[in-house]
């Protein structure tokens, strides 16, 4: 594992790590950038306690979501698989040292050459949705052991993906025997229920229709023998519904369609899972401007508008994608009274574009320049979507692992 931002600490949550460092900063002032803390140990909490919930189901972390060295160290060194979405990811994952057959490559809709670079490699298992990627796969990579992913109802979920991904139910029949006839091998069934689901019995409706499409491709004469029940778990620890009630639907539908006495393998692909809530941003106030508003009441109000130095185009361009994710909640990092009055507060990001706002109006105490304000739950999709324009640079990251864990993971494998 890199050591750059690795610290080895006794006891320590990321906070209070935080709170040590911007104290610090304080005292050495000239050090405004913005930088997150991340928590491994959180990391290996989320996965024991996947493990303990569902001791069916091998996960296959999702690379896209947060595709940070140290964070993938640790999974591979835990024993996770991986869903890669494309060559590159492939390649990270492969570079680790991680065999061909602990990835899957999850994307329905391949480049031809990415392909080709999986064959070569050995990355068997893939997803298709439609009978034009049967077509080129029977082409690139004949031994492929391809995976029927199928699409589901995602209403309310942070992340609709089946708007664009899965094949209807009413054609998989079809896709089924089109595989047969181009020789290519089907192997299982997918799904995935929406990033950030907020419906757990999307779950037992996609496992029992994954059973009758078993049993089609069966009869087809393909060896179904594998159950991907993707991703879609909470990772926030304030969401709801919670992780074990998506949990208990699954446990439940698992033994109803697929009784643990059937050789069937069951893997699933959480990304935000993992990753969401060991992640916390630190923000620095930049600047400050005063105004007013109008109250419902008529009267004048202060309006307080701080520019911070990471926005909507750097950190937090994944809130912007997703606005029906409302669990953005800034924490000030400042001893202030519980009594102190609050002003309504505008926060911009920092670049030259006036879309660059964080909230338009939100009620804090009377905050200064210099002033820090933390973002938590920021590890999914944060990292891996971020742009640095107008030259603001990405937030460095502070990595902290216990002292325990660190000598866990170097039982588990490699450290
Ligand atoms: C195919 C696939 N698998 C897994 C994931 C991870 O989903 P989540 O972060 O909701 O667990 C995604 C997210 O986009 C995906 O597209």
Redesign the pocket.
């Known amino acids: 594992m890199s050591e750059s931002n690795m610290k080895v600490e006794e006891e320590t949550s990321a906070l209070q790590f935080m709170k040590k460092k911007i104290h610090s900063l304080f005292v050495n002032q000239g050090d405004e950038d913005a930088f997150f803390v991340a928590d491994l140990n959180d990391v290996i909490q989320k996965h024991l306690r996947f493990l303990q919930e569902l001791p069916r189901v091998r996960p296959f972390y999702?690379v896209?979501?947060n595709s940070s060295d140290e964070i993938l160290q640790v999974l591979a060194a835990l024993g996770t698989g991986f869903?890669c979405?494309s060559q590159d990811e492939i390649k990270m994952i492969l570079g680790m040292g991680v065999p061909a057959t602990d990835i899957i490559y999850?994307?329905t809709c391949k480049q031809p050459s990415h392909i080709r670079y999986a064959a070569k490699h050995g990355v068997n298992r893939m997803?298709f949705d439609c009978e034009s990627e049967l077509v080129k796969v029977a082409k690139n990579h004949p031994t492929a052991e391809m995976i029927l992913r199928i699409s589901t109802d995602d209403d309310g979920s942070i992340?609709c993906?089946n708007k664009k991904?899965g094949a209807p139910l009413e054609i998989c029949a079809y896709l089924l025997k089109v595989a047969k006839s181009l020789h290519v091998m089907v192997t299982g069934v997918s799904f995935?229920v929406g990033?950030?689901s907020g419906n757990p019995q999307s779950f037992h409706q996609c496992i029992g229709d994954a059973r009758r499409l078993f049993d089609i491709g069966n009869t087809l004469g393909h060896k179904m023998k594998v159950l991907d029940i993707?991703?879609?778990?909470p990772g926030n620890p304030d969401f709801h519904p919670r992780f074990e009630e998506f949990t208990a639907v699954i446990v439940q539908s698992l033994d109803q369609y697929f009784p643990s006495k059937e050789d069937v393998e069951i893997i699933a692909?959480?990304?935000?899972?993992y990753v969401c809530s060991a992640f916390t941003l630190a923000v620095n106030i930049i600047t400050k401007k005063e105004g007013y508003v109008k109250g419902a009441d008529g009267k004048e109000r202060r309006k307080l508008s701080y520019y911070l130095n990471d926005g909507l185009l750097g950190s937090f361009l994944h809130y912007n994608l997703c606005r029906e994710d409302k669990s953005l909640k800034p924490t000030v990092e400042k001893d202030v009274l519980p009594s102190a009055e609050r002003f309504p507060s505008k926060l911009w990001g920092p670049c030259l574009t006036e879309k660059d706002v964080l909230f338009e109006e939100i009620d804090l105490p009377e905050l200064e320049m210099g002033d820090w304000i933390l973002f938590q739950n920021m590890g999914?999709y944060h990292m891996t979507l971020r742009t640095t324009f107008n030259g603001f640079p990405s937030p460095n990251v502070q990595y902290i692992l216990g002292k325990e864990n660190e000598r866990y993971l170097r039982n588990c494998g490699t450290s």
Do not use: I, N, Q, V
């Open positions: 999702a896209k979501c869903d979405a999850a994307h997803t992340s993906l991904f995935h990033s950030g993707g991703g879609g778990f692909e959480p990304g935000r899972y999914a």
